[in-house]
């Protein structure tokens, strides 16, 4: 995996100091540690940082096209390409000659066949940047489902765009100024395609290109879900999806370098690691290595919850003896979660505050423990998604709210009422942001996009409505953290379940034969079939685990409490202190429940960002 970053100026708005692109890029360095470049000329420049996973000596970047010794196309490309080696033969029955092994030649070989569509052709997820100089034309382009990053900021005539917002922010241009709309994204849990948190810079919608050319900017989309229909019974549909999971794994399992399953003893995950593991041998390969993270003494001291009905770690053994894996455990510390090195890893990371706490620092330390073992690894993310996993879904008093369920979620729970991390958050600000009313908008919005199928009965006609909002809404949300936390750790974590031919293909099945069996994910279980171990079929869904060391939850409130009371700390003026020492009081044997916890973890992410950022606020 890589960075991208660069610009774009016809007009002398930017300072075009090569020493910005230099900067710029090296904002990325964590996303490539292999190698970095920058490529200029008098209006553009393009860097990248390069994590080498396919042809590691081979695929420098930015790559340049070079017709009579003039550079005709320069890219600067991240991501994965599955389909690579097969377009890559048709390009050379087009008359196309490689130098290099990679993907990365056959996306820069593919634009200038088939120019702005060839996107189209790509299976996989990538951002990239292509310049050309001749015609001064800058085609930039995202994955069809946003597994891959894509930041634009458009000033006058110019653009400038990256992976991640801090490689904008590196340039004297973009200001780190957030209006009342940025800090509703911040707060926010369902996520408005193409918007951001900060004021001049925009995310590329998933599925689309953007073309910069001199006195224009044209956005244009390539891909979207439809409404088809389906007409397989539920034995053909078992059937394709088992093909088709098959078929995605083997095509992700293709890298030069360590490769890993993430397995958490989950359905997802599992299915994963048994599928890998069924490719390995098949290929007379070593076994494959699946790896699974918990707490020093988590199991042994484990309390069930809300979504956590046991640990995760004798599932993951289970699966592995079944699978026949290389299995290994990692072992994190509960004192690790509240590092103040870790945790302001996890803000920079990803530019923004977010709630999650210790959810995200131990994920971020999860992904650095496994980079040391592997290069790459497969994650069991959107499944849910596609599948109906997520608890709300099934809940008919909220599947049938005029809302986003996951928010309607947060209304039903005493530790979110407020929203979703906003419990400590000062009432007056609070007001003047008026969540409820984005929310009502953003829901309006959402809805309006969703694909209709004629004749669909009311209830399907819902779960389709539900599905394409978790997709592009809520979904995105978990990309961009997933994203940014292994790329943080300088690990490539691919998402099989993010296919997008998968992802179209269950979005037409009926919500009936999902749930076939009125379970969870039903036909993702009966799929998987022989693949697991029966106690691990059966397993109830269980999200990541979180710290239950009382000791945690004690630093967590004396942190925010100094914040609180502390009229020199960035984030006090938007605290709520009678509300922090009320919440503060709201455990069980010194321990809180992780969603009154959040609320906690969302001020201390607050502050440090507006301290970290030089947040200029815009109210």
């Given amino acids: 995996m890589c960075g991208i970053t660069g610009w774009v100026d016809f007009g002398g708005a930017l300072d075009r100091d090569p020493r910005h692109a230099v900067a710029m890029t090296g904002q990325l360095a964590c996303r490539g540690p ?26 420098r970047q930015p790559m340049t096209a070079q017709e009579d010794g003039r550079d005709v196309a320069v890219l600067t490309y991240c991501g994965e390409v599955y389909n690579f080696q097969e377009l890559r033969a048709e390009l050379e ?3 196309h000659r490689f130098r290099t092994r990679s993907d990365t030649e056959v996306v820069l070989r593919a634009y200038l066949e088939w120019g702005e569509d060839c996107p189209r052709r790509l299976h996989g997820m990538f951002a990239f940047a292509v310049w050309e ?24 005539d110019a653009v400038l765009f990256g992976s991640e917002h801090k490689a904008l922010l590196a340039h004297p241009a973009v200001r780190p100024v957030v209006d009342a709309d940025g800090l509703r994204e911040v707060f926010s849990e369902a996520r408005t395609p193409g918007a951001g948190v900060f004021r001049d810079i925009r995310e590329l919608r998933p599925g689309h290109t953007m073309t910069v050319e001199p006195g224009r900017v044209t956005r244009r989309r390539y891909w979207t879900l439809e409404a088809r229909g389906h007409e397989e019974d539920l034995a053909a549909t078992t059937e394709t999806v088992a093909g088709m999971l098959r078929e995605i794994v083997e095509r992700e399992m293709v890298a030069d370098v360590p490769l890993a399953v993430l397995l958490s003893g989950g359905l ?59 299995h290994l455990e990692l072992s994190l510390s509960p004192q690790d979660l509240m590092d103040a090195g870790s945790r302001l890893a996890c803000l920079v990371a990803q530019d923004v505050p977010t709630p999650f706490g210790d959810m995200d620092t131990s994920t971020y330390l999860t992904f650095r423990a496994v980079r040391e073992h592997a290069k790459v690894a497969l994650t069991g993310e959107v499944a849910d998604e596609i599948f109906g996993g997520y608890s709300w879904i099934h809940v008919t008093d909220i599947a049938e709210q005029p809302m986003f369920p996951w928010v309607s979620f947060e209304a039903w729970h005493p530790g979110t009422r407020a929203g979703l991390g906003r419990g400590l958050i ?14 009502a908008d953003g829901y309006r919005t959402a809805l309006a996009e969703v694909p209709r199928l004629d004749g669909e009965p009311a209830a399907e006609r819902r779960m389709r409505e539900i599905c394409h909002l978790q997709l592009t809404r809520w979904m995105p949300m978990l990309l961009d953290r997933n994203d940014r936390l292994s790329m943080a750790s300088g690990l490539e974590v ?14 037409d099945v009926p919500w009936a034969m999902k749930t076939f069996d009125s379970r969870e994910k039903s036909l993702l279980r009966a799929a998987a079939g022989a693949l697991l171990p029966e106690e691990v079929l059966q397993r109830p869904k269980a999200p990541f685990p979180v710290s239950q060391d009382p000791a945690y939850t004690t630093a967590l409130h004396e942190a925010v409490l100094a914040v609180a009371t502390d009229p020199s700390s960035p984030a006090s003026a938007f605290v709520d202190e009678r509300a922090a020492r009320a919440m503060a009081e709201e455990t069980e044997d010194g321990v809180q429940d992780w969603l009154f916890r959040m609320n906690f973890e969302m001020v201390l992410q607050l502050n440090s960002w507006l301290d ?6 815009a109210l």
Wanted: hydrophobic letters at 40%; charged letters at 25%; aromatic letters at 8%.
């Fill in 612 to 617: 970290r950022y030089h947040i200029e606020l």
């Fill in 426 to 439: 000062d009432r007056g600000l609070m007001a003047k942001l008026d969540m409820e009313s984005y929310y």
């Fill in 93 to 95: 029955g087009r008359g």
């Fill in 34 to 59: 292999d190698d970095s470049g920058v490529w200029r000329d008098e209006r553009a420049a393009l860097g990248h940082t390069r994590m080498a996973v396919i042809d590691l000596t081979g695929g």
């Fill in 268 to 326: 997802d995950s599992s299915t994963l690691t048994a599928l890998a593991a069924a490719v390995r041998r098949d290929r007379g390969g070593p076994p494959v290595r699946s790896i699974t993270a918990s707490y020093t003494g988590y199991s042994e001291n484990f309390r069930p919850d809300l979504v956590r009905s046991a640990p995760d770690a004798p599932y993951a053994r289970a699966v592995a003896a079944y699978a026949g894996t290389d």
């Fill in 494 to 507: 691919r998402v099989p379940f993010c296919d997008h031919r998968l992802v179209q293909y269950l979005f």
């Fill in 133 to 156: 100089p001749a015609r001064h034309r800058l085609f930039l382009a995202r994955d069809r489902l946003g597994i891959k990053p894509l930041h634009v900021a458009v000033l006058g």
